[in-house]
């Protein structure tokens, strides 16, 4: 389990790497391209001078290509959870992932999802099944260059799960192993009604691969706020939580595709804001 | 923020590389061990050191380790109890091996117990813990040999076993 968790670590490491230097340099090169003609709102340069005769205020018409944010809902899927399911016959779950926008940079995000865990630690084999819902926001601190619709984003959420408990087998730890490794003890003691909250930051990339289709991963850090551990047990995994630890810190992430349900759309005209009314203050 | 973004990586990548609960703490109390003390027949108040002492259990042919010897030569020893089982009896042979003065003398002690697993961490996973019985917390017998028993007197002290740090039975010889 740590080995492999350091490997997909590495790996997003690398990928995180990639992704950030081809966000940064795509843009150079796209930036002069006009946009597409789907925004119709572009004014064309030779229209350019007719169109400040008409505008009404003089001020407004300074040479910025008006920007066209899109706003809408966004649902996806984690697609690790749904892989995993292929490989590890001990895993079952899926999260649904969606995002609403609410202004330039800020989104409201949830996230929700099921989990059937068996841990088959050295001296504890147990089934971890429930389900959890995570609300919080998410900023966008990526600056995007016309309409692509790119996110780089630190976030927040908070986590709850409702889940159960089975330990199926453990073992006696013995330090004086005068009668030898005594064979571990099924036990089949099943745990219910158990929940825990928690605080999660969240660092998150998500990129438009064509239409409205984006791929992202978000990497967590969790803080448990509340816990209801069983009686002689522990909870060692919670849903959406992940694994536990001597304290209350934890990891997740996750690998989204995603589709975007635009609702409607706000054209940005950057204003420039007269600098009159600061000397007057 | 790109370097905000690429330092949580960095952080949650060390993080996934020190797991400190992957190996049982010698320091965390797991499943006890039986601590008995020997005192002074003559003089109940005085601890008095057993010669040569050698704990078997009946069915085991190795005596319990104790301060990494299988001889005892001191006032206390620890002896663990089964986990699996709730009787466990040993062979205590003081003078162990001698054929002179003083003779090798066997006396068996069977502790009758209850046991409750406890859950410890992810780590060390449970541990027992024992109860005397209460009616009926040991039998002392005398040993094959019909020799005079050369423990005089048993004592329960303590008779729930939850750790190591103070005596559950005392031995009067």
Redesign the interface.
């Known amino acids: 389990m ?1 080995h492999t ?2 490997y997909i ?2 790996i ?2 690398v990928l ?2 990639c992704i ?1 230097s081809a966000q940064e340099t795509g843009p150079k090169k796209i930036a002069p391209v006009k946009p597409q003609t789907e925004t119709a709102p572009v004014i064309p340069a030779n229209d350019y001078e007719e169109v400040r005769k008409t505008a009404i205020k003089p001020t407004d018409t300074i040479n910025v290509v008006p920007k066209i944010n899109r706003y809408g809902l966004r649902v996806g899927v984690d697609v690790y959870k749904l892989t995993r399911m292929l490989y590890d016959k001990d895993y079952k779950g899926i999260e649904f992932t969606g995002d609403y926008r609410l202004s330039k940079k800020y989104y409201a995000a949830a996230e929700i999802g099921n989990e059937n865990k068996t841990t088959d ?4 084999n147990f089934t971890t099944k429930g389900s959890y819902v995570k609300v919080g926001f998410d900023y966008n ?2 600056e995007n260059w016309l309409d692509m619709e790119n996110i ?1 984003s ?1 976030g927040l959420r908070y986590g709850f799960s409702s889940f159960s408990q089975q330990l199926n087998d ?7 192993p ?2 030898g490794e ?1 064979p571990e ?1 099924s036990s089949g003691q099943k745990y219910n009604g158990l929940s825990a909250s928690w605080v999660e ?1 969240v ?1 998150g ?1 998500k990129a438009k691969v064509f239409n409205n289709v984006f791929v992202g991963f978000s ?1 967590r ?1 969790n803080t448990l706020v509340s816990n209801k551990k069983p009686d ?3 909870n ?1 995994y919670i849903p959406g939580f992940n694994r536990t ?2 304290g209350s ?1 934890g ?1 997740g992430f996750n690998y989204t595709i995603s589709y975007f349900i635009p609702i409607y759309k706000k054209k940005i005209v950057p204003v420039i804001v007269p600098k009159k009314p600061l000397p007057k203050k | ?2 370097k ?3 330092l ?6 060390t ?3 020190c ?4 190996i ?1 703490d ?1 320091n965390t109390i ?2 006890p ?1 039986l601590v008995i003390s020997f005192y002074d027949i003559s003089n109940s108040s005085v601890l008095k050191d057993v010669t040569n002492l050698s704990i078997i ?1 009946e069915n ?1 042919t ?1 005596a ?2 104790f301060n990494s010897s299988t001889l005892i030569n001191g006032s206390t020893v ?3 109890l ?3 089982a709730d009787v466990t009896k040993y062979r205590f042979i003081l003078y162990f091996g001698s054929t002179t003065t003083p003779v090798a003398n066997e006396d068996q002690i069977q502790f009758n117990y209850t046991r409750e ?12 813990e024992y109860t005397l019985d209460p009616a009926n917390p040991f039998i002392l017998t005398d040993g094959a040999a019909a020799d005079q028993q050369w423990i005089k007197y048993v004592a329960v002290k303590k008779s729930t076993i939850t750790n190591e740090n103070e005596t559950h039975l005392e031995i009067y010889f």
């Open positions: 740590r968790l350091k670590f590495s997003y490491f995180s790497a950030l630690d050295d001296r504890l601190a990526y780089i630190v453990y073992k006696i730890y013995n330090s004086t005068y009668f005594v003890i930051v660092a990339v990497l850090l002689n047990f522990d060692l630890y001597d810190f990891v | 923020m790109k905000l973004i690429l949580i990586f960095a952080i949650a990548f993080f996934s590389s797991e400190k609960d992957d049982c010698a797991t499943t061990r259990e085991e190795e319990v380790t620890s002896i663990p089964k986990t699996d697993n406890v859950y410890v961490s992810r780590a060390c996973g449970y541990k027992t």
